[in-house]
Structure formats: structure tokens, C-alpha cells
């Protein structure tokens, strides 16, 4: 009786280890199962954040673009409005030496006109104030027309920068607005 108590002692123990060991086999198996989902998850999930900072690259890429090009643009015109003060400011150089050509033949006339007249007996000739004036329209006016030039290129850049700012922001904010939208 005794070996027959032993012998169904070992096939309990055999069955109890038969028992856990398909326990173990199946608690491996939903382990097994798991790690294979969550590597498909992690592999979705990685590919879906690379195709996002693909699609948010390629769209800074698309607003640096834009950027450039309306920088280049508004270059452009600055470079349009600084040459056409430019040249008002040697059209105005050009009138302002022709008025000092006319005063100097003006002057000259007078002169010669008070001369003539100094010899008929008649007053002497005074020319100081009129040299005076003359040589303070002529400063006057190459002062002015560098002023001028100052303000005009001054004026022109400051719009450029403006327009820049203004197309920056506005670019950046549509950027913004479409981002948030998605």
C-alpha cells in the first residue's frame, strides 16, 4: 500500500508539475503575444511621428522658401526706389548747379551794369551783399540736397524693412493658423 500511496504521490507531483509547466507555457505565450503587439504598436507609432516631421519639415522648408522669395522681393524693390531717389537727387543736384550758373551770369550782369555806372559819375558799385547772398543760397542748397538724399534713402530703407516685417508676420502667422488647423 505504501508503494501504491508513493506511486500516485509521484503521479500527483507529475501532474502538478504537468500543471504548471502548462501554466508557465501559456503565461509565456500571452508574454510572447504582448511584446509582439506592443513592437507592432511602437513600429505604427514611430512611423506615424516620422511621416509627421517629415510633413511639419517640408512645411518649414515651404515657409523658409516663401520667406526668401518675398525677402528677394522686397529687395528688389528697394534696390528700384533707392536708385530712383538716386536720381532725383542728381536731377536736383543738376538744377541746383544750373540756378548757381544763373546766379553767377546774374551776378556778373550786375556787376558789370554797376561798373557802367560807377564810370557815368553815377554811385559806386556794392557787391558784398549780393556775394553774400549768393554764397548763402549755394550752401543752403548743398545742404539741402544732402539732407534730402539722407531722407530719401532713409525713407526708402525704413519701408523696405516695414514691408519685410509685415510679409514675415503674415507669413508666419498663415503658418501658425495652418498648423493649428491640422
Known sequence: MLTGLKTVGR????????VGLLVQT?????????A????????TERA??????????EAHR???RKLREDHD???????????AAAA??????FAGQRLQRELADYITQHRARAIAAAAAGQCAPDTG???LLADLQRRADDRAGALAAVADDARSRGLACERTHDSDRATLNAEAAHAQAR
Open 11 to 18: 503521479q500527483l507531483a507529475a501532474l502538478a508539475l504537468a
Open 26 to 34: 501559456q503565461r509565456l505565450a500571452d508574454a510572447n503575444k504582448e
Open 36 to 43: 509582439g503587439e506592443a513592437t507592432t504598436t511602437l513600429a
Open 48 to 57: 506615424k511621428a516620422e511621416r509627421l516631421a517629415r510633413q511639419q519639415s
Open 62 to 64: 515651404k515657409t523658409e
Open 73 to 83: 522681393r522686397i529687395d528688389g524693390e528697394a534696390r528700384i526706389a533707392l536708385a
Open 88 to 93: 532725383g537727387a542728381d536731377r536736383a543736384r
Open 129 to 131: 551783399a549780393l556775394d
